[in-house]
């Protein structure tokens, strides 16, 4: 899980404890990932801990309960160089929400289903496209300029990925999504109901 090792991260540049982990981790991504739950991020920390990752200690404070102060250890910058050495695979594979409303609008054989869907979602992705340029022009932060640049090559891509569904889909008068509609999978053997013998 990626958030882990981005705790590791931090921690390898010093201890920490949670609630300035959370202000780094938050600090460091920019505003595109959303805040981090607070709870979640005990619960790395834990499981960190659990793994020897990460030792805590108890540092008192003078007027406020004591905090719980996490570091990394040998195993836990192992871990964290390990990770940063290979390459990341998508994290979903190709397993994708729209390209399934794709597939079922296409399977409908109906073209105002299909343009509605692209549309749709076209008009999502500009919007997501138009934010996080925004956010991306007014990043102090230069690595979360890179971050924010990265994630609206992603938008560009899926409004590509549009703009050639629709070159498939609707630009044959029909004929492709009739017979996209028409077609029936043939059942895997051995499933279905029993034929009588005849």
């Not at 979640?40 to 793994?51: A, G, K, T, V």
């Not at 340029?133 to 924010?148: I, M, N, S, Y």
Request: glycine share 10%; proline share 5%; net charge negative.
């Amino acid at each position: 899980m990626a958030i882990q090792h981005a705790v590791l991260a931090l921690l390898a540049r010093g201890p920490s404890y949670g609630y300035e982990l959370k202000s780094e981790f938050e600090s460091a991504v920019g505003p595109q990932w959303g805040p981090l739950n607070i709870g979640h991020l005990y619960q790395i920390l834990e499981r960190l801990s659990r793994d020897g990752l990460v030792v805590a200690h108890r540092e008192a404070q003078p007027t406020k309960p004591d905090r719980v102060v996490y570091e990394i250890t040998e195993g836990g910058r192992a871990e964290l160089d390990r990770w940063l050495g290979e390459p990341s695979a998508r994290s979903g594979g190709f397993r994708d929400d729209f390209f399934l409303k794709v597939t079922a609008a296409a399977r409908s054989g109906d073209a105002s289903t299909v343009r509605t869907v692209l549309g749709n979602q076209r008009a999502h992705l500009l919007r997501e496209l138009r934010n996080l340029d925004g956010l991306r022009r007014t990043a102090e932060d230069p690595v979360v300029g890179l971050l924010l640049a990265a994630a609206c090559r992603h938008v560009e891509a899926d409004l590509a990925f549009i703009d050639d569904a629709e070159s498939v889909l609707l630009t044959d008068g029909g004929s492709l999504l009739a017979r996209l509609a028409a077609a029936r999978p043939a059942p895997a053997s051995g499933s279905g109901p029993a034929r009588a013998a005849g």
